[in-house]
């Protein structure tokens, strides 16, 4: 269709276009992270910058704690990641496998929380963990995460798509269920596994507004939070605010690259009935 | 497993659903009810923990400040000047990006990128390229004889930047659920059209474009929402403020404003039902506008 309305030179003029604009930011971001002070407010802009100043990350570094809300970052993450990775092959397998009462109708009821908003729950969620005694530690930035609705919606459906008869097998082989559940079934869920981990450890990297809430001193900051505070520290020295946007930035560009098949087709399952 | 539903197999369900069940009672579940009765506490003393009177007084409150209708009027603004042109530009990318040609994939994944992208990072980006003396955009518009335009200095552009940054951002999700929603049409349909002798636009317009309908209506949904809840680029482009002289004001940025500099988390209750109710409502016209779509053709 589109091959009978466009030449192949018209399409990749096109996409290139598009493409570079989608690129210039990040391109932007490393090119003026690299400038000396006296480079960054030059018109007509020098793309590359020579020499490149690389001592400009130290500097962010030296400036703010960003080493710190480094760890801290990787910590929420990887801590979120493996909480909500259990809960939910456990909730999924009770409802993909358990016959029990009461399945369907609590099943529903937890599709119908994805219908709410998640600023709903600040208010409340705030004031709980201001009750548990929790704000400014790494338990109010990590436990309310280690569960998600669509996490478990999505492993399910990828339980159901595994024949029922390995269950039988399994059981003349005298596997109980959480055997059969861990040494069976989660290694043939495996890629199902390694999306649904792709999705929950790049939402909590970048996710803004619950750290920005939960978290008043300096030494508990998320990465996004150090950063945004950062940019009433720089003032107007844009090599360095670029430098510390780098340091959130980078390492999901690095991720998404290694991972783009899983990521890609997480999203596009999610999105379409898979 | 088994088959019929037992005592035992009661149990065993709990066992296994009690960690995920605790975390989403907690902070899921519980959050959601308490929050709608938390919006109508009318006199409440949160020292004591003692509410003296329900009412709604917080919804009244609401309608009454100018500030709350100013976010709406913004993020109205800003929703419909996101989604339809991300939905335009997504799919008519994404057309293009289907074609089997060498090099398909490295655009993909170029356009993919700012999806991964955290959105506070990339606003500091965007903040520099907007500055009105140095920014890369002003540059570019200078080439065509555009004098400076103060995008986050003036009241009039600064719902226009956060757009340009919301669609630039947006375009890869979007791009890449039409890519997923394309691949899923049999392609024998459009081969019928060809011997048909139907052009290239009537075939997507009579073809394509309707079997595309449940993944358009999806995505307009999940853009919708999306977009209405935009708060992470007003913070991160206004310096955690909502703007020059508040002109980005959003409903999220109050909700969080009412909650977290004025302490009014009543108020906030309230007006996170109302996004709630309005996001819903949305969802269910966008689904009366698809059906009368898909039945009137």
Redesign the interface.
């Given at each position: 269709?589109?091959?009978?309305?466009?030449s192949?030179g018209t399409?990749?003029l096109?996409?290139s276009l598009?493409?570079v604009?989608?690129?210039?930011?990040?391109l932007?971001?490393l090119s003026?992270s690299l400038k000396a002070p006296n480079q960054?407010?030059?018109?007509?802009?020098a793309w590359v910058p020579v020499p490149p100043h690389w001592e400009n990350y130290a500097e962010a570094l030296r400036m703010a704690p960003f080493g710190r809300y480094f760890v801290n970052s990787v910590i929420v993450t990887t801590l979120s990641t493996i909480?909500e990775l259990?809960?939910?092959i456990?909730?999924a397998?009770?409802f993909a496998?358990?016959?029990?009462?009461g399945?369907e109708v609590?099943f529903s009821?937890?599709l119908g929380?994805m219908?709410?908003?998640?600023?709903?729950?600040?208010?409340?969620?705030?004031?709980?963990l201001t009750k548990l005694g929790w704000i400014d530690t790494y338990a109010a930035l990590i436990?309310?995460w280690?569960?998600s609705?669509f996490a478990?919606f999505l492993y399910r459906q990828h339980l159901l798509s595994v024949p029922r008869e390995l269950?039988y097998a399994a059981?003349v082989d005298g596997a109980g269920?959480f055997r059969f559940l861990w040494e069976i079934l989660v290694p043939i869920t495996k890629p199902a596994l390694v999306t649904i981990a792709l999705l929950k450890a790049?939402g909590s990297?970048?996710a803004?507004?619950w750290p920005?809430?939960v978290t008043n001193s300096r030494e508990m900051r998320t990465?996004?939070v150090g950063?945004?505070a950062f940019?009433?520290e720089a003032g107007t020295a844009?090599e360095l605010?670029?430098a510390?946007?780098a340091f959130?930035?980078v390492p999901?560009?690095v991720?998404?690259?290694l991972f783009?098949r899983h990521?890609?087709e997480g999203?596009?399952?999610a999105?379409?009935k898979g | 497993?088994?088959?019929?539903?037992t005592v035992a197999?009661?149990f065993?369900?709990?066992f296994?659903?009690?960690?995920?069940?605790?975390?989403?009672g907690?902070?899921?579940?519980?959050?959601?009810f308490?929050?709608l009765l938390?919006s109508f506490y009318a006199d409440y003393d949160y020292f004591h923990d003692v509410v003296y009177r329900f009412g709604v007084d917080n919804y009244v409150y609401l309608l009454h400040d100018p500030s709350f209708w100013q976010a709406l009027r913004n993020t109205a603004l800003f929703v419909l000047g996101v989604v339809p042109a991300s939905l335009a530009l997504s799919l008519g990318?994404a057309?293009?990006?289907?074609?089997r040609?060498p090099?398909m994939a490295a655009?993909?994944?170029?356009?993919?990128?700012?999806?991964?992208?955290?959105?506070?990072?990339?606003s500091?980006?965007?903040?520099?390229?907007f500055h009105t003396?140095?920014g890369?955009l002003n540059?570019v518009l200078s080439w065509f004889g555009v004098s400076p335009v103060p995008w986050l200095t003036s009241p009039r552009w600064a719902i226009p930047s956060l757009i340009i940054l919301a669609i630039?951002k947006s375009?890869?999700?979007n791009i890449?659920?039409f890519?997923?929603?394309l691949s899923?049409i049999p392609e024998v349909y459009?081969q019928a059209a060809r011997v048909d002798h139907a052009?290239?636009?009537q075939?997507?317009w009579h073809v394509?474009f309707p079997l595309l309908a449940p993944?358009t209506f999806?995505?307009s949904v999940?853009s919708v929402?999306d977009a209405f809840?935009v708060?992470?680029e007003v913070?991160?482009l206004f310096?955690?403020n909502a703007g020059p002289v508040r002109s980005a004001l959003t409903l999220?940025f109050y909700?969080?404003e009412k909650?977290?500099r004025e302490q009014d988390?009543a108020v906030?209750?309230a007006a996170?039902?109302v996004?709630?109710l309005l996001?819903?409502l949305l969802t269910l016209l966008q689904l009366w506008i698809g059906r009368k779509i898909a039945y009137n053709r």
């Open positions: 269709m589109v091959r009978d309305a466009l192949k399409i990749y096109l996409l598009g493409g604009l989608m690129l210039l930011p990040f932007w971001m003026t960054v407010a030059v018109l007509p802009p909480g259990l809960t939910t456990l909730a397998y009770a496998r358990i016959r029990f009462w399945r609590l009821l937890l929380t219908m709410v908003p998640g600023e709903v729950l600040l208010v409340p969620n705030y004031l709980t436990v309310p280690t569960a609705v478990i269950g059981r269920d790049i990297w970048n803004f507004l920005l809430i990465l996004p950063l945004t940019t009433t844009y605010l670029m510390a946007s959130v930035i999901m560009v991720l998404f690259l783009q990521i890609v999203i596009s399952r999105g379409i | 497993m088994d088959e019929r539903p197999s009661f065993k369900a709990a296994y659903l009690a960690p995920a069940l605790a975390v989403l907690v902070f899921t579940i519980y959050p959601i308490s929050s938390l990318l057309l293009l990006l289907r074609q040609l090099g655009f993909r994944t170029v356009y993919f990128l700012p999806v991964v992208t955290s959105v506070v990072a990339i500091v980006v965007w903040r520099w390229i003396d140095y890369l540059y630039w375009l890869g999700y890449l659920i890519l997923a929603g899923a459009e052009t290239a636009w075939r997507f394509t993944t999806f995505v999940v929402i809840k708060f992470d913070y991160a310096g955690g999220v909700i969080f909650f977290y988390y906030a209750a996170s039902y996004l709630f996001t819903f």
